[in-house]
């Protein structure tokens, strides 16, 4: 029988059956999937094929996917993970303080999301807790992405009503991403009744970095709705992005290449009559974005 992946314990999935039975499933032997190194390599999100035998299921067989997300497993080492495959939506959850979510991750997030081929969106949470500062700082960012046609929506998760959440979300399997402690969990707890995630139990943010969430796990909100919550990440690697594709996964810079004076071989750097810089100077790309994929380039700051 079919089913889909809704979590992953390392040996066990859970596994929900086409019959809305959810099982817990181990797997025999080795499964490949085309394109793929790893045996095994199902992920949150997965199609698989499930023989029953007793109370235990068997995955075996994992169905092709649409897309997935790879994430850098531990700092400096080339070693990807799955963290979701077959996303309609990468969402990245920001807050400006509590903690303070930069401009370079939300960028880095946007670019790998991109990369993948997988739409992407910004919730800017905790805005209970925004200064003045913050609130300049905020509408800022929220111009610069909404030119791009990326939708941000802004909320409370603790106080507002979640209805531009849920707009957004319906009809659709979205991975949830963002530091840890800026509620993506409360934020998902508040959309179902069947979302118990644990939260932080003090309104604030911890700077120990505690993690509350531990592993991605998907809910149904809906029959056609579904979430993905993820642990907190600190940082968000480039895998395998080749310097001269890195502009690529910035829509604003991607058609400008070929009108660089070195075209495709442009880096968009210290090239003359670069057309990337010259939309920078004249406002139609936005410095942050420039100046942020000039530190992806570099890869100084790629683990920040
Ligand atoms: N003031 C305020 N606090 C919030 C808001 N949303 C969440 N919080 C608080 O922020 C803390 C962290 O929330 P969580 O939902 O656990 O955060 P998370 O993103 O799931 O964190 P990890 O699971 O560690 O990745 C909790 O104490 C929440 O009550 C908000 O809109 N305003
Ligand atoms: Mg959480
Ligand atoms: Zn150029």
Known sequence: MKGLVMRSTGMWYDVLLEDNRMQSCRVRGKLRLEGFKETNPIAVGDYVDVETEGSEGVITRIHERKNHILRQSVKKTQ???????????????????????????????????????????????????L????????????????????????ISAVHDKLTPVMELLSGKTSLIAGHSGVGKSTMLNKLSPSIQQSV???????????????????????????????????EWGLIGMKPEELSDNFPEMRNLRAHCKFGYRCLHFNEPKCAVKEAVENGAVALSRYENYLSMLIGEDNRK
């Open 79 to 129: 070693h990807a993970h799955v963290l979701a495959a077959n996303i309609d939506l990468a969402v990245l959850v920001v807050t400006m303080s509590m903690p303070r979510t930069s401009s370079g991750f939300i960028d880095r997030f946007l670019v790998t999301a991109e990369s993948f081929d997988v739409p992407q969106a910004l919730i800017f949470n905790k805005q209970d807790l």
């Open 131 to 154: 200064t003045e500062e913050d609130q300049g700082l905020q509408s800022e960012l929220i111009a610069t992405y909404e030119t791009l046609g990326i939708p941000c929506v802004k």
């Open 200 to 234: 932080a139990e003090i309104s604030s943010f911890s700077q120990k970095g505690t993690h509350t969430t531990t592993f991605a796990e998907m809910f149904g909100v809906d029959d056609k709705t579904f979430v993905i919550d993820t642990p907190g990440i600190k």
